[in-house]
């Protein structure tokens, strides 16, 4: 077991996984979501949902310190929250792609010695976005396992140039605004 599934099996951080272990090329592979702000503990066997999570994750490591992680985050006003969860496994070689439903646009930063690449997300999914910085298709996956799709986005991010300007954290929060996510169709 990687220091990075150890961390968030022993913090109780894994959420909705529907993947978590090692692939053929790396260490450790998770895609679910993962806990920011735990919910409230009720009894010893009962706990309310989180309030915070990072959803759609994708992360890869084969280091003790996360080599990539994207994912989605509800509003600007979880990030923060994160870097504080994860600190301990974040590497400053690290990449790291947030996609933020209340940005109004991209940068690239630097937080807490990390650097951090923040996009602003509203119809699309995290995944494909992912797909399109690392200009697949999903027919490039189609016949792959859950694994070898992690792999093969990774490898694509990895060898993707992201064209993102540089900015502040201080810039990032003015681009922050009020309404989050757009629904589609019925609800």
Known sequence: ??????????NNLQWQASFSD???DYAYAYRGSLII??????SADRQLPPKATATQVILVTDTD????IACELETLDFFEDFVERYKEVLS?????MLFVTDLDASGKFEYEGFTFNMFA???????NELLDHADLSKGDLKRLSAQEKIETVYDGIKASTL???????????TLQN?????LFGAV
Do not use: C, H, N
């Open 65 to 68: 310190k996360i080599d990539f």
């Open 92 to 96: 400053p070689k690290g990449l790291y």
């Open 163 to 173: 064209r993102i300007p540089d900015k502040s954290y201080e810039e990032i929060k």
């Open 1 to 10: 077991m990687t220091k990075v599934q150890e961390f968030i099996y022993d």
């Open 22 to 24: 090692k692939t053929a």
């Open 37 to 42: 702000t735990p919910g409230k503990v009720m």
């Open 121 to 127: 997300l509203d119809e699309s999914s995290v995944w």
């Open 178 to 182: 009020s309404d989050g996510k757009v």
